[in-house]
Structure formats: structure tokens, C-alpha cells
């Protein structure tokens, strides 16, 4: 039976927060699985992706061993019900779909804001903890090269990943751009619902902030703090925090505006202050561009920005599937050229051995230079016996007949008897 490279997929197309949050994998539990399902299927590709859109198990065997695995995540879950969540998963049962969906997942076509920056990333670390349990063979080792190249030619020949497509990315764009001259600008993340912890996630790619947060309810600053490595400011402490920082972005919801005009008169601005109006409705007056040294943004700026951008990408996509169309045919015929391989170089064995065994057996007493013509006479020989078959597996390849062909040649020069017997 043919080994097949698989998937199965939960994703926020298909299942709710509610149910991605309960399967979603740290990254011991992925370690943990990874070393199952090579404990107990011999596996010798996998590769598990757990975002907080979508976890997605890649495998290569001959069987479909997605209830298995589905079976195993819930043992490591500790849910008795991981039955009941079967319908939640797509099976991606045969190479070209499965392979296709990692190549559309890794290039963000598949992400809730196409063209997600942060996915190619995330599928770096998945391949790397795959590969640190040697569970990547050359199948994947390939595989996974070619996306990271496809990604690259995407990035330069096309506006697929030009600027940011999210609220959370626009703004920490925005603060990027705005802060570019500025050395470790200091950041108060205001409010962490569920904009501005998405935000506060998303300050990674501010490695030179010094970001603090302060909420209402301490407890959850803490929590993403802790999470991020970023300070947590009591909320009573806010003022003065606010008078510190370069950047303020608010993210909290009153009824009334939270910083205004009045407050923001009473600092003492030496340069700029970057604030980012995040709340809907506003939480800081439209006034305080009235002080010297005040820039403010709100929600709409920054949303008009990420929709123009967002146009672009989708504008995009033909062309990224165009690339990604020519990347998997590629990989496709070398996938194919790798299936053959095997049952060339066991016919080249097979009939070497013959070879030697026959002069061994004929030519014991031949003089070196005698010797020498005959081994080369043979030689010849036997390339050219190879040659037919080897040319007839290629074509076999092209037409998608491989299987059958393999089957004819190993019957036809016994080459499965033979490895048995040696």
C-alpha cells in the first residue's frame, strides 16, 4: 500500500473559539504527541501547527490514522468526549489536498486576516520541533523547504504581505513607524479586552519597547503581562504612568472619554506623545491634538489603513495561487521521482549482483588487463539493460502510473524475493 502524506485540520472555519480553545496544544503537549505517534505508528514525518486559529496534525502512512490521532489529543487533553468533536475536523486524506492546505496555511490564504505575517513563523517552530525528535525525513525535510521558498518569492514578486490587514497589526505598525527615531520608546497599553490583548500580543514585533499594561481588573494585566515579559501598572496608577510614556494606546470601555484635553495640558511633553484611540466609543478626547506635542489616532484612521491593505492582498491572490500552484507541481514531480527511486536502486543492486557473482564465478583466471575489458564490457551492459525500465518508471511517474509500474518491474526481475534473501 502507498504511503500517503495526510492531514486533519480544526480551524476557525470550522469550529467556534469555544472548541479550538479546548483543542488547542502547548507546545509540551505537542512534544508529547509528536513522540507518540512516533512510539506507536513508527511514524517518521509529522509535523503539529497550534495556533489560536487552528491545530493541524501532517503525517505520512499508508493508512488514515486521523481518529487515532484525534483520540490522542484528547488523552493528552484529559477529555473523556474527544469523540464528540470529531465532526469539527477536516480530513485531508490524499497527498495533493493535504499537501496543498499546508502550502495555503503556511502562506496565510487560510488565516482570518489573509496573509497573517505571524503564520510563517508559527510553521517555522512547528517543522523545528519536528525535526528536533528527527520526525522529518527527507519527505518533509523537502517539503517544508519548498514553502519556505515559496514564501520568499511571494514576499518579493507579489503585495500579498505589504503592510498591515488587522486593527492590532496597523497599530503596532503605526506605533513602529512613529517611534522609528526614538530609543526604546516607552509603551502604555491601556485596557486589555479583547482589541488590546490582541495588541499586546502582537508588541512582539516591538523588541526594543518597554511596554507596560494597566486594566480595571488587575489580575488580568497580570496574566498577559507574565505572558509577554511586560510590566503591569496598578490602574490607580495610570496617570502617572500616562505622563511617562511615549506611546499610549487605549483600549477601554466608559461611557465618557478616559484621557482628555485637560489632563494631557497639565505634562510636560519634551518631544511627542503617540496616542492611539482604540475604543469604540472613543476613549480619548478629539481635542488633545489642541496640545503641543500631541498626535492622535483613532480607530477609524487605522481600520481605513488596514482595509486598503487588505484590498491589496486579496488583489493578490491569484497571483499568490499561481506561485503556490507551480511551487506544489514542482515538489510534486520530485515526490513522484522519490517513489520510483527506491525500486531503481534495488533493481541496479539486483543486477550488479548478478554481475559480480557471474565473473566471480567465470573469470578466476584472467589477467588484470583482461580483467578490466570484461568488467567494462559488462558494465556497459547491464546500463544498458537498466535503461529501459528506468526511462519506463519516469514516464510511469508523469502519467501517475508509478504504482503499477513498480509492481510489473519488481515482479518481472523478482526484486522483492531477492531483498528478502539478502
Not at 480595571?216 to 494585566?221: E, P, Q
Not at 491589496?312 to 517513489?339: C, H, T
Not at 518491474?409 to 522483492?416: A, G, K, Q
Request: one cysteine or more; charged letters at 25%; hydrophobic letters at 40%.
Amino acid at each position: 500500500m502507498q504511503i500517503k502524506f495526510r492531514s486533519l485540520s480544526i480551524s476557525h472555519k470550522n469550529a467556534p473559539v469555544q472548541i479550538r480553545e479546548i483543542i488547542s496544544l502547548d507546545d509540551q503537549a505537542i512534544h508529547s504527541i509528536l513522540l507518540k505517534l512516533k512510539d506507536f505508528f513508527s511514524l517518521g514525518d509529522a509535523l503539529i501547527l497550534s495556533t489560536c486559529n487552528r491545530t493541524e496534525v501532517y503525517y505520512s502512512h499508508d493508512l488514515d490514522l486521523s481518529t487515532e490521532i484525534i483520540k490522542l489529543i484528547g488523552l493528552e487533553k484529559g477529555l473523556t468526549d474527544i469523540i464528540n468533536y470529531l465532526d469539527y475536523f477536516e480530513i485531508f486524506n490524499d497527498d495533493r489536498p493535504a499537501i496543498t492546505h499546508l502550502f495555503r496555511v503556511s502562506m496565510g490564504l487560510e488565516a482570518q486576516v489573509v496573509g497573517d505575517i505571524q503564520i510563517s513563523n508559527q510553521v517555522k517552530r512547528a517543522y523545528q520541533a519536528s525535526a528536533d525528535l528527527d520526525m522529518a525525513g527527507p519527505f518533509l525535510h523537502r517539503l517544508m523547504h519548498t514553502i519556505f521558498f515559496t514564501n520568499k518569492r511571494i514576499v518579493q514578486k507579489t503585495a500579498f504581505r505589504d503592510g498591515a490587514a488587522s486593527l492590532s497589526y496597523a497599530t503596532i505598525e503605526l506605533i513602529e513607524s512613529l517611534t522609528s527615531n526614538t530609543y526604546q520608546p516607552r509603551i502604555l497599553l491601556i485596557g486589555v479586552g479583547e482589541i488590546g490583548e490582541d495588541v499586546a500580543k502582537n508588541m512582539i514585533h516591538l523588541p526594543e519597547a518597554k511596554v507596560k499594561i494597566t486594566n480595571r481588573t488587575f489580575s488580568k494585566a497580570q496574566e498577559i503581562a507574565d505572558e509577554m515579559g511586560f510590566e503591569v501598572v496598578p490602574f490607580e496608577d495610570c496617570l502617572e504612568a500616562m505622563k511617562e510614556a511615549d506611546v499610549i494606546v487605549s483600549s477601554i470601555l466608559r461611557p465618557e472619554p478616559f484621557i482628555t484635553k485637560k489632563i494631557l495640558k497639565e505634562f510636560e511633553i519634551m518631544s511627542y506623545k503617540l496616542l492611539v484611540d482604540l475604543s469604540v466609543p472613543r476613549s480619548i478626547e478629539t481635542s488633545v491634538e489642541d496640545v503641543p506635542g500631541v498626535i492622535l489616532y483613532n480607530v477609524d484612521n487605522i481600520r481605513s489603513k488596514a482595509s486598503a491593505t487588505l484590498e491589496r492582498r486579496l488583489e493578490a491572490v491569484p497571483q499568490v495561487e499561481e506561485i503556490i500552484n507551480g511551487s506544489i507541481d514542482e515538489f510534486y514531480n520530485w515526490k513522484k521521482e522519490m517513489m520510483v527511486s527506491p525500486t531503481i536502486n534495488k533493481l541496479k543492486l539486483t543486477l550488479e549482483q548478478i554481475r559480480q557473482e557471474e565473473i566471480a564465478r567465470h573469470l578466476k583466471n584472467l589477467s588484470v588487463e583482461e580483467f578490466a575489458i570484461i568488467d567494462k564490457i559488462t558494465k556497459s551492459m547491464m546500463q544498458k539493460v537498466l535503461k529501459v525500465p528506468v526511462v519506463q518508471l519516469r514516464a510511469a511517474c508523469k502519467r501517475d502510473q508509478a504504482e503499477e509500474m513498480i509492481e510489473m518491474i519488481s515482479d518481472l526481475f523478482d526484486l522483492d524475493k531477492i531483498k528478502s534473501d539478502h
